[in-house]
């Protein structure tokens, strides 16, 4: 039997035990952490030479120089093509759809003039330039090169560049066909630390971006962190989280494999059910057993589910979206009868999948909403990749000889008041006498 964390609103320990639930720190590994900061060094200083060693050695490969590491648009093209009709017709399909919805996230500028005739207003620009990070060999998701290179292209970005690594040379032709689609622009084969210190730096052949996206291992994620603020992050991404909300009317079968559809991906990822209802939490537990010995990855589910997941009983839905928000989840199920008046009672989470027939997985593929979301209950003050993250905002001031008169005035009142006098006298030589 799988053992499944229980814990229950009554208990007079439920706010502790819940918090312990939830306890998670990303704590940096030391040995990662000198690793990493050794190599990006290392690239900085040496370019494409320290890139291609690293390469070699991480990755199994024997290239000489970082051109042996870069597609050309005609390999990717020939992975599109290559793919059998069925396979090629969904990522197209998924493609459209993302496309679609990233398309109504586009931001536009404004202004407006005030009576004396100063203008103010927002300008929005694309970023210029942007790194797509992809895990490569076994770990390659296609969904994660649509998912973060289709909002990219909708904001604008002018140079798409993305890095996957090809452990022993395995190329994932699905990844490839997805970068096709997407409009990627340069390809390179080569991943790790090197390749965040490649895209943030700049090499010889690889030029300097200025934000990188995308998912990693530890490596990856603590290179990204070091770099933040020589260029843009997307985020640093905890464990993957589900939180079922149910109350009682769905399928057990169904809750169950969704729980599981997080907990597959690894030992850390965390699985949760509240519901308001006892005998359906045992159904669940039954589906659980019988539904986990069919599953290829039943190890790992097995441990995600016994450490970090939990069943937890609610007294009422008020309980259970109260709890919801506390936990603010990277995917929140409503698994429920009637969930629709339920929706606007959500103030954290990263998506909300709502009623009986929307599954996870359905977002993660093919729905059209960005499955990059905020983990770790991070929700509460971030939000999923969107459009937004690859746009600029500039503030535009257009101050008229009128408007001078007034806002001179205020500004030297308030740099004399902050003890900065060339400010107060930038702004009084521009007032009539």
Not at 98 to 114: F, L, N, P, V
Not at 143 to 162: D, F, Q, R, Y
Not at 303 to 321: C, K, P, Q, Y
Not at 374 to 402: E, H
Request: glycine share 8%.
């Amino acid at each position: 039997m799988v053992a499944i964390k229980r814990l229950s609103t009554v208990d007079a320990d439920f706010q502790q035990k819940l918090a312990a639930l939830l306890a998670f720190e990303a704590a940096a590994d030391e040995n990662i952490e000198r690793t990493v900061a050794g190599i990006l060094a290392d690239v900085k200083a040496r370019g494409d030479v320290a890139v291609v060693e690293y390469t070699n050695k991480f990755d199994r490969l024997s290239v000489s120089a970082m051109a042996d590491l870069e597609l050309g648009k005609a390999e990717l093209q020939a992975a599109l093509d290559g793919l059998p009709a069925e396979r090629r017709a969904a990522l197209e399909a998924a493609a459209g759809r993302i496309r679609a919805y990233h398309e109504r996230q586009k931001m536009d500028g404004w202004s407006y003039t005030e009576a004396d005739g100063t203008m103010l207003g927002q300008m929005i620009t694309p970023v210029d330039r942007v790194g797509l990070y992809v895990p490569g060999g076994k770990a390659a998701y296609p969904s994660s090169v649509l998912m973060n290179a289709l909002p990219a292209k909708v904001a604008g970005v002018k140079e798409l560049i993305m890095v996957v690594p090809t452990p022993g040379g395995e190329k994932n032709p699905l990844v490839l066909a997805a970068a096709c689609l997407a409009g990627v622009d340069r390809v390179f084969t080569m991943g790790g630390a090197q390749a965040v210190g490649a895209l943030a730096y700049g090499t010889q052949n690889v030029p300097q971006v200025d934000k990188i996206v995308g998912p990693g291992n530890a490596y990856v994620a603590t290179a990204k962190r070091r770099v933040f603020g020589i260029v843009g992050i997307d985020m640093v991404a905890g464990p993957s989280e589900i939180l079922v909300v149910s109350d009682g009317s769905g399928n057990p079968d169904w809750v169950a494999m969704d729980l599981f559809s997080q907990a597959e991906h690894d030992e850390l990822a965390q699985s949760i059910l509240i519901c308001t209802d006892a005998a359906f939490i045992e159904r669940v537990q039954a589906s659980i057993e019988k539904l986990l010995p069919i599953m290829p990855r039943q190890e790992v589910i097995r441990t995600s589910l016994t450490d970090r997941g939990a069943f937890i009983l609610v007294r009422d839905m008020d309980e259970a979206i109260a709890i919801a928000n506390r936990v603010a989840p990277e995917h929140l199920e409503l698994a429920l009868d009637n969930p629709d008046p339920w929706v606007a009672k959500i103030h954290h989470a990263g998506a909300i999948f709502i009623g009986h027939y929307t599954s996870e997985s359905l977002g993660d593929y093919c729905a059209g909403p960005n499955h990059v979301l905020p983990t770790s209950g991070s929700a509460r003050f971030s939000s999923p990749l969107g459009v937004y993250d690859f746009q600029k905002r500039t503030s535009l001031i257009k101050v008229s000889k009128a408007g001078a008169q007034t806002l001179g005035r205020i500004a030297s009142t308030l740099a004399h008041g902050e003890g900065l006098p060339a400010h107060a006298k930038s702004a009084e030589f521009r007032l009539e006498d």
